[in-house]
Structure formats: structure tokens, C-alpha cells
């Protein structure tokens, strides 16, 4: 059984090589074998495969997720989304 500093390392490097340059978007803490990932995913599709591949690694006795997932389109406002106040023309 691998340590959690071990068990850590090997699950931060499943992180990179599935989000690339994004993989600081997740946090990963483990303790004991039990893994709790927080952060945030850009799509539900990713963190199923996030999720299935940290599950199948032999050290993980428990593994919680508490990332969101947040689309890309969604942190980018178009000038159409912005909220303005409604004020009737003088």
C-alpha cells in the first residue's frame, strides 16, 4: 500500500495528464487512503473520468468529490450578458 504522500503524487499526476495546463483548478488532500478533491472541472464528462480513474487506483479506500463543474463558456460574459438597469428614455 502506498503512502498518502505517494498515493498524492500519483494522483496529481492523473490530474495532469487528463486537465493539462488546468490541473491546479484541483485541490487534492488525502488522508489515510481517503481522497477528497475540491476545485473545479470544465465539464460533467471530466469529472467522471477524473473520478472513475482516482477510484480505480489500488491505495484509494474512500474517495470523496466536491469539485463543480464549470463550463468555460460560462466564465466568459458576452457583452449581452451583462446586467444593466432598466431606466425609461427622458
Known amino acids: 500500500m502506498k503512502s498518502d504522500t505517494e498515493l498524492r ?9 487528463q486537465m493539462g495546463s488546468r490541473a491546479d483548478d484541483v485541490d ?9 478533491l475540491t476545485g473545479k472541472l470544465q465539464s460533467d ?3 467522471w473520468s477524473l473520478c472513475d480513474a482516482i477510484n480505480s487506483m489500488p491505495s484509494v479506500t474512500h474517495m470523496t468529490d466536491d469539485t463543480m463543474v464549470v463550463p ?4 466568459r460574459l458576452q457583452n449581452a450578458d451583462v446586467a444593466r438597469p432598466w431606466f425609461p428614455a427622458d
Open 72 to 75: 468555460e463558456t460560462s466564465a
Open 9 to 17: 503524487i500519483q494522483i496529481r499526476d492523473e490530474i495532469t495528464a
Open 28 to 36: 487534492v488532500q488525502v488522508l489515510r487512503g481517503a481522497v477528497t
Open 45 to 47: 464528462s471530466q469529472k
